[in-house]
């Protein structure tokens, strides 16, 4: 197994969930598409730039220039929220009235 994936759970599900990742700056700095359970669906950030810089790094080809946009997509099972402190209570309750967060920093969509 990977190093970076040396504490996640080695069991392989035939389903991956389909993540949406919110925050081109913090947002960069995980590795979820590299888990054989998960794929990175959409990526969303204000800024172009920042947005290219995630597709680019999840090797993702969706993109989203609001992450209410993002939270509409019904292909994108949970998201990661990777916003500032200043707007990152406004992003996660807006996540949760989409449930497809849980209240912590890595939101599954239950299904």
Known sequence: ???NLA???SHVTPRKIRMGII???FGLGFQFHKHPNCTVEAVSDLRLERR???MKGYECTK???SLELLLKDP???AVFIATGA???ARHVIGGTNTRKTNGSNLYW???
């Open 63 to 65: 993109s989203y220039n």
């Open 75 to 77: 292909k994108v099972d």
């Open 7 to 9: 504490f996640s759970n």
């Open 109 to 111: 969509m239950g299904r």
């Open 1 to 3: 197994m990977a190093p």
């Open 86 to 88: 200043p707007d990152h």
């Open 23 to 25: 925050g081109g700056r």
């Open 52 to 54: 290219e810089a995630l």
